[in-house]
């Protein structure tokens, strides 16, 4: 059965708090938004909703990804691992902590670098600050995943921190 409080927000778009945002785009070099719109969109190109980032092409570039944290966010985990897996390609996302969910264990364990963040973020755009409980618990942390091919992994390329 699913708890109704993971989806009882008003809206499933929160804007990615900046100072947080500029922290990984000093690692990652961002140059895609994929699901943004006009006034929250942290990179120069961006896909709104109606253009549905879901349906475009992500080759070759260096995404980052706060999806809407509705139901929907099984798919936009999906498309990141699938795009991540392309040569070029990185992949980050910023989805709440569920590791319990079908989408974490299908396409995130074992297949992605995993980041926790320690407390809350504090996102804009909404009524209220969003704390999204988890389980009926209210756990403090989010997460983000970093998507890329495992050869590139290995050799360390794109001037991270993977190895």
């Keep these: ?49 109606e253009q549905d980032g879901l349906l ?18 099984a798919a936009w985990v999906e498309k990141a691992y699938r ?8 992949v980050v996302m910023l989805i709440p902590a569920r590791t319990d969910t079908r989408y974490f264990h299908d396409f995130i364990l074992h297949r992605s670098e995993i980041r926790f963040v320690p407390g809350r973020l504090k996102f804009g755009g ?5 704390a999204v409980p988890v389980n009926g618990r209210n756990i403090p942390g989010r997460g983000y995943v970093a998507q890329r091919r495992q050869q590139d992994r290995k050799e360390g390329r794109n001037g991270n921190r993977f190895k």
């Design 1 to 49: 059965m699913i708890n109704k409080a993971l989806f009882s927000s008003k809206t499933d778009q929160w804007a990615t708090p900046q100072d947080f945002f500029a922290e990984l785009d000093r690692e990652f070099h961002f140059d895609l938004d994929p699901c943004a719109d006009e006034s929250n969109h942290k990179t120069p190109e961006y896909f709104t909703k």
């Design 56 to 73: 475009q092409d992500w080759s070759g570039r260096r995404v980052f990804c706060n999806p809407p944290y509705g139901r929907a966010i």
């Design 83 to 90: 795009e991540g897996t392309k040569d070029g390609t990185i």
């Design 126 to 130: 909404g009524v209220s600050k969003c």
